[in-house]
């Protein structure tokens, strides 16, 4: 396997949507392996080590669960079922465990499930450049940047590192979906350089200062760069919105999640946020799209597992 056959197979992860939902579940273990790897030097992990951290991941930066029971053991799916061609699954008593094994933590268990990645992918990843690349491709196709940097924390990866670390140059990255030259600045006059939730316009002389062009449904999953799929959010109601702490009514009211919890009065600002209306955009300028605003309250709002979506 080359550098180029690595990073066009994560670019072509198979995910089966499940009930329309956004399934980031193998890129989240594959980043988590990706910290494991860099801190250790080896992949190797067992279901039981995994389960833990990996559904945290998936809890917060994946779409909300059905349940607590569900909630607790969602890295079993990629566990299963990441490929083959990455991935080596086997027993206790080393026997391969292919991708149609249940993915049940307790089946799991019971049979001392553990997985590593192919001995041709960890040389690959050995050379920081292909890290970094492989990082930045799984980032940056099924997030927005906001939780990159969440994500990579919460994974103990430091892609500037490993780009220090990289002299040769030679990893050449899977072309993406670029955003759309001018969106930013259509989203910020539209909102006349205003955070549409809480209307903070703070600027350094001239020059407004943490005032972001954020997509509703996210660029990564296909949201068109419109003014019709954005907001115009301070830096902090910008990242809260990504980690569905925030979100929109159809009415276009603010959302608060029921699952935040604040302890100071600058926290419980937030809460304040709850049924206020959004800024309206200038005139000529169109609101939120219904559309946009139903994606992100299925694919990232976070509900109670027995709140109705």
């Known amino acids: 396997m080359t550098r180029e056959e690595l990073l066009t197979r994560l670019a072509?992860?198979?995910q089966a949507p499940v009930g329309h939902k956004r399934m980031p579940h193998k890129p989240l273990l594959l980043l988590w392996l990706f910290g494991q790897f860099a801190a250790s030097g080896s992949s190797a992990v067992s279901y039981e080590q995994a389960e833990e951290p990996v559904s945290g991941l998936i809890n917060d930066f994946g779409p909300p669960v059905a349940s607590p029971a569900a909630a607790r053991q969602r890295a079993a799916m990629p566990f299963v079922h990441l490929e083959r061609e990455l991935w080596?699954?086997?027993?206790?008593?080393?026997?391969e465990l292919g991708p149609n094994s249940p993915e049940r933590r307790a089946w799991l268990l019971q049979r001392g499930a553990a997985g590593r990645l192919r001995p041709a992918?960890?040389?690959l990843l050995a050379h920081p450049g292909t890290l970094a690349a492989a990082t930045r491709l799984l980032l940056d196709k099924h997030f927005t940047p906001t939780l990159a940097e969440l994500i990579c924390a919460a994974?103990?990866?430091?892609?500037?590192?490993?780009?220090?670390?990289?002299?040769t140059g030679a990893v050449r990255p899977i072309p993406l979906r670029q955003r759309r030259r001018g969106f930013a600045e259509e989203v910020l006059r539209a909102y006349a350089y205003q955070c549409a939730m809480c209307g903070f316009d703070g600027a350094l002389g001239r020059h407004p200062v943490a005032i972001e062009a954020a997509h509703v449904r996210w660029h990564s999953q296909h949201g068109p760069d419109e003014v019709a799929n954005a907001l115009a959010l301070c830096a902090l109601h910008?990242?809260?919105?990504?980690?569905?702490?925030?979100g929109i009514t159809e009415e276009r009211r603010i959302r608060v999640s029921a699952l935040y919890v604040a302890r100071n009065q600058a926290g419980q600002a937030v809460d304040a946020l709850a049924g206020q209306p959004l800024l309206t955009p200038r005139p000529r300028q169109p609101a939120v799209d219904v559309m946009h605003i139903s994606w992100h309250h299925l694919q990232v709002f976070k509900r109670y597992h027995t709140e109705p979506a």
């Open 12 to 14: 072509g992860l198979r």
């Open 88 to 95: 080596d699954l086997r027993d206790a008593r080393h026997n």
């Open 121 to 123: 992918v960890e040389r």
């Open 155 to 167: 994974v103990d990866l430091d892609v500037a590192a490993l780009d220090v670390a990289d002299s």
């Open 238 to 246: 910008h990242a809260l919105f990504d980690l569905g702490v925030l």
